[in-house]
């Protein structure tokens, strides 16, 4: 039998079996009470929804339709409580509404499509089949990020419609498929003119068709619409491609409830128009009567208005105080949930595997002692988890060696392992970061890369150094760091990294750059300024050209296009502080625009840290050019910024809380209105001590 033969014969009997298990999981025996809802969109010729008749069917009797339904006259509840959708926060949630345990009907959990193309973050099957077990499903929302979370336009919607990653969303369909329960998927929430809708939709479809091609039918697709989108019909996929509508309604500390509400009443009549059943994510950042009375007034709104299912934010999202008040972590906040839930009767009490409507539990609710050390800190089921397999594969690590050059590769593993320690366990950081530093001490220097020239080795050597470097650099150990830093450039002199370099693809000039701006803002702490500038032009002009390369070029290369524009917003913000110290206040305002520009397409916090950065930059070098005439300084800034770009880029004025205002619009007083929402930035929002005087500064200028 020749090779065609065999890989046609096996391909096939591996087809066969991946069916047969398929079958056999959605055929997998339910709960004893469990009587799954499920619905079949049958569609009039008109190609509108047919009215709330659908029959009852049992999962295992229909396996062509696994969609989930609506329950008639009651709605789903679910909840955002953490990334992990882990079986603690669930239940932590659950005695907050006081329903019985294990009833939390919908768990929200976002996933990047790089984490599912890079590797590292298949289809979360642990999560799903959690969520079944406990009688509710979990609802995913897939993003253009890279997997670590940032968003990344090597992954844009764009390219995902290209069909670039094609092969590694077939085996998530797979995998989805596999798994056989009931499961909703969205893609990229808050759907509006901004973000290029018709992009988003390609994406969207192209999303649906690859995972209904691979035999994952147990998908309930949502679209999210942003609630005051115009558009929303216009945008809107189709019947044929959308199970449910979700929306979202957040009420923050700027918004009133009758503000917020009164947004809800009057668009939400155009969603239900679309004819799909609706999903409402709701949740407010405002203090415990803010929290009350938003409650009180959305649940029973929600109720009125026939919502389908609500989804409310119970979650610590970042250390930052503002964005903690997402989470109902006070027994005033929980109190003011369950009163408003009681507003509603048994209404939020339908349930994705029950055939009946529950009633809220009035028994005493099971005790919240151990909730606030898991609300405190979001990420404890995965880290206890991953802590758990670092230190196996470290017990493990001798024996990987076998002789000199595999002594030097453990090692290098083992670096990376204590690093990771340092940076998910901050208690014992400090032990973790010298041990990193011994073994990458212990790798045989002497002609080692003459040994290793394989691209993932010398890529894993310089991460390791890099990490140490950086963590260094954040503990205030600068001289140590320095040393480091430039110990990476003088490695990248090697003739053997050269040569490999020719061979593998690796980018060399990356690794030089990154060590170069880390060497140039160390120089600019200490005013050597003639050290730092050549350092920032050259990591500027060589990031901004790397960034023009093809996608498939910078992949051989081991480079993404945002890491590299991330870089260059970096260099530049360097070059416009050198350039604010030297009073050449007519170059800040071009690098500052650089950055902005940038940060405005990128959502990760590090390009907002150089938004708010190069928006104070902005300010001063005005106001330096006109130090009596704040009149002139803000007629200036008004000139200076690229508002269209900054008016788009929703999570800087989400943080300066101007998301009310159109910056594209001189008359809203620009100046003014950003001034004031930088100075009510908390330190864990701005911690820069050098920007916060500035801000202050700025505030008695323009007094």
Known sequence: MNINKILRYGSLYLSCFATCYALQRQAKPLPEHATQQRIAYSDTEAGHLKAWDWPRITLASQLQDQKIRPFPGHAYLGAFTNHY????????????????????????????????????????????????????????????????????????????????YDEQLEEFAARARNFGGPIF????????????????????????????????????????VNLEDPNAAANYPGNQYVDWIATSLFNTESETTEQTMERFDSNIARLKALGRPVMVEFGSTADTAGKRAFFQAALPRFQHEGVNAAVVYDIILSTNSRQQGWALLSPADQDAFRAAMAQTGNYFGGNIFTGDGETPDESTPPERLDCSRVDGHYFNFAIAQRITQIQQELDNIDTWVSHERDFNLSRIRAAQLYMELARIEPSHKEQHLSSAILVMDSVSADEHFQYHTSAQYIRDYFDAQFQIADMLLQNGDVHRATTRYENILTDLLDENILLSQQIHGYSIP??????????????????????????????????????TASLGTLLYRGETRNDLLFLQARAALGMARIAMVEGRYNEV?????????????????????????????????CASQFPNEPQAARALFDRTLPWTQINAYDDLKISLRVEDYDLTNPACHRWDILLRGLASLTEGQLADRGLRQIIQDLRLYSE
Not at 137 to 143: N, W
Not at 514 to 532: F, G, M, P, T
Not at 595 to 619: K, P
């Open 85 to 164: 959708s882990d079986t603690e926060h669930l239940e932590c949630f659950d005695a907050i509404t006081r329903r019985p345990a294990g009833h939390a009907d919908i768990s929200l959990r976002f996933m990047s499509i790089g984490g599912i193309v890079e590797g590292g973050y298949p289809f979360p099957l642990a999560e799903a089949e959690r969520l079944q077990e406990r009688g509710g499903a979990l609802y995913l929302v897939l993003e253009p990020g890279n997997n670590r979370g940032r968003f990344d336009r090597d992954f844009s919607p764009e390219n995902i419609t290209r069909g670039l």
């Open 185 to 224: 998927i969205s893609f990229r929430p808050q759907v509006n003119s901004e973000v290029s809708p018709q992009d988003i939709k390609a994406a969207y479809i192209h999303l649906h068709d690859i995972l209904t091609a691979g035999g994952a039918i147990n998908v309930t697709w949502v679209w999210h």
């Open 510 to 547: 990356g690794f030089r750059s990154r060590a170069q701006l880390e060497l140039a803002y160390i120089h600019l702490s200490q005013n050597h300024i003639d050290r730092a500038r050549p350092l920032f032009d050259s990591v500027r002009n060589w990031s901004r050209e790397e960034a």
């Open 589 to 621: 305002s071009p690098l500052s625009s650089e950055v902005m520009n940038m940060g405005a397409s990128g959502s990760e916090s590090g390009f907002m840290d150089m938004g708010l950065a190069a928006l104070i930059y902005d300010m001063q070098s």
